[in-house]
């Protein structure tokens, strides 16, 4: 973190935060602190990403700035979700993206950042919506001989009553 305490004990932080797309072509930066933050559990944002749950951070689009790779952003239109997703032409990372009904907001993956944005992940959105492979919150214990795996027990098969034994 950048970020430090001043005199006073108070937050001391930059007044714009960048972040970037995985080959670094692509720098933005958005205005300290960012409006919120969400974990999207929708199978629109798990396909869009390749993983699920995605975060999120809100920003409203005033407080949002390209400062390089304009001409290597691309976009797809997700017309059944009403939105707009931009990723880098060069390595495909998905950059932000934007709801038609809220044209004032771009919504960016919390991993581009590497400095604190502000505002801490709150909000499960179409929680309901998860795919069933994804981490439902069950409890984890660490792999024996490897620390930092964390694993999960294995859920119980349900047993098929028509299954013979």
């Not at 930059?14 to 080959?23: N, T, V, Y």
């Not at 559990?41 to 396909?47: E, G, N, V």
């Not at 005033?62 to 790779?69: E, I, M, N, P, Q």
């Not at 439902?136 to 034994?165: D, H, I, T, W």
Request: aromatic share 12%; with cysteine; proline share 7%.
């Amino acid at each position: 973190m950048k970020h430090s305490t001043d005199r006073a004990g108070t937050l001391a932080h930059k007044e714009w935060i960048p972040g970037q797309c995985l080959c670094g072509t692509v720098r933005f930066e958005i205005k300290f602190p960012a409006r919120w933050a969400w974990h999207d559990h929708s199978r629109h944002s798990a396909r869009a990403h390749g993983a699920s749950p995605v975060t999120y951070v809100g920003s409203w689009t005033k407080r949002f700035r390209l400062l390089s790779g304009e001409e290597s952003v691309d976009r797809f239109r997700q017309e059944d979700q009403e939105a707009t997703r931009h990723f880098c032409l060069d390595c495909g990372t998905p950059v932000y993206y934007t709801r038609d009904k809220s044209p004032h907001m771009v919504n960016i993956p919390r991993a581009l950042f590497e400095e604190s944005v502000g505002r801490e992940p709150r909000y499960h959105i179409r929680f309901h919506d998860r795919p069933e492979w994804s981490y439902g919150g069950e409890p984890l214990k660490a792999l024996k001989n490897y620390p930092s795996v964390m694993q999960g027990r294995p859920k119980k098969r349900q047993k098929n009553p028509f299954e013979e034994e």
